[in-house]
């Protein structure tokens, strides 16, 4: 069966901001390749060793299949997707959040350009991202990987 990829309906606008909460719930990664891992059995697979190789081992894999190029084609379908509804002066004024961020955004140039804009930061910044997790994965092929540890700090003890 041939993967399938495609973007999520909720989140997408924060993929690349810090942790919530400051990360006060997320494993500590000493090779700092999870991202803000707070489900309890998310913590039991990645602080067992064999658990965070295999996990290691996948997101090498998936970002090799998630090229920039690829990450581009999907970034393309989604604007080419979204951006005809922004033609309308009507829908442009009904987006809240775009238009509490810019309000010039009720105009449907405008609103466009944002959105274009917004499409190649998250382009930018899932390069960015992918660049890091490959160097921090080729490093880890050449020494024993350290899984993630479980937090201590706990706010509540």
């Known amino acids: 069966m041939r993967a399938y990829w495609t973007f999520t309906g909720w989140d997408n606008d924060d993929l690349y901001e810090g942790c919530h909460y400051s990360g006060r719930f997320a494993l500590a990664d000493p090779n700092e390749i999870l991202y803000c891992v707070e489900g309890q059995l998310e913590q039991t697979l990645l602080t067992d060793a064999a658990g965070y190789d295999h996990f290691a081992t996948l997101l090498g894999d998936l970002l090799d299949r998630i090229t920039p190029d690829h990450m581009q084609e999907a970034i393309d379908r989604t604007g080419s997707a979204l951006l005809p509804w922004f033609e ?46 490959l160097e921090r994965l080729d490093g880890l092929r050449h020494r024993r990987l350290a899984p993630a540890t479980p937090r201590t700090d706990w706010p509540d003890q």
């Open 88 to 133: 309308r002066p009507e829908i442009c004024a009904a987006m809240t959040e775009l238009v509490g961020e810019n309000p010039g955004a009720t105009d449907p140039t405008e609103a466009q350009r944002d959105i274009r804009e917004h499409l190649d930061l998250f382009r930018d910044q899932y390069e960015t991202r992918r660049t890091f997790l």
